[in-house]
């Protein structure tokens, strides 16, 4: 899934339904609200609440500084 796809406008978080940020290089859609991650596999999100994995503190820090306002 590319940054500039369409398809980003309308995917909404499963827990919050706000929206997501694409993860490029680590091919994710990251919930920077609640600090969850969700895989893309094969170019399809897998976005059911069970498939996120929360992210560290740590983590999360670094995804901010390289998320485009």
Do not use: T
Request: hydrophobic fraction near 35%; charged fraction near 30%; charge should be negative.
């Amino acid at each position: 899934m590319h940054p500039d796809d369409p398809l980003l406008e309308i995917l909404a978080c499963p827990l919050d339904k706000g929206p997501l940020h694409p993860l490029p290089a680590r091919d994710a859609l990251y919930n920077p609200r609640l600090r969850r991650r969700y895989p893309i596999v094969d170019g399809i999100p897998q976005l059911l609440p069970s498939c996120g994995e929360q992210v560290p503190e740590e983590e999360h820090e670094e995804l901010l500084k390289g998320m485009v306002p």
